[in-house]
């Protein structure tokens, strides 16, 4: 349902293999949570440009292709972290069609627009 491509102006991100209708799951997955104590050592590493924010100052490295999907100020998905399950679930933001990268606000609100630690490239791009 997904795929990985390359987006030109961004590097990799993930692409819709199908339509997705607002509020369906695209990606529920697993997270590797790191302790709030080795997060620091995490930041030194390329993981550190991939993980979530998690509970208690941990941090989370999902466990499919929601690590690597971009960020957008005007996403087309959000995600849920369930950090009871060790879960992160990436949710349609609005009906996405197939070919169309998948984005998501990396300041976990879909309209939430502080600004972030790169320059933002927000384009919309399609593997068509």
């Known amino acids: 349902m997904l795929i990985v491509g390359n987006t030109n102006l961004k590097g990799r991100g993930v692409f819709a293999q199908k339509h997705f209708f607002k509020g369906e799951i695209i990606e529920r997955v697993p997270v590797v949570v790191i302790p709030a104590e080795q997060v620091e050592f995490l930041d ?18 999902a466990l499919g292709l929601s690590s690597l999907i971009n960020h957008s100020y005007h996403p087309n998905s959000y995600y849920v972290k369930k950090f ?45």
């Open 44 to 61: 030194k590493t390329i993981l550190g440009n991939y993980y979530y924010d998690w509970e208690d100052k941990a941090a989370a490295i």
């Open 84 to 128: 009871a399950d060790q879960e992160l679930d990436l949710i349609a933001y609005r009906d996405i069609e197939a070919g169309e990268e998948i984005t998501a606000n990396y300041n976990g609100s879909p309209d939430d627009k502080s600004p972030i630690w790169f320059d933002v490239v927000d384009e919309i791009f399609s593997l068509n």
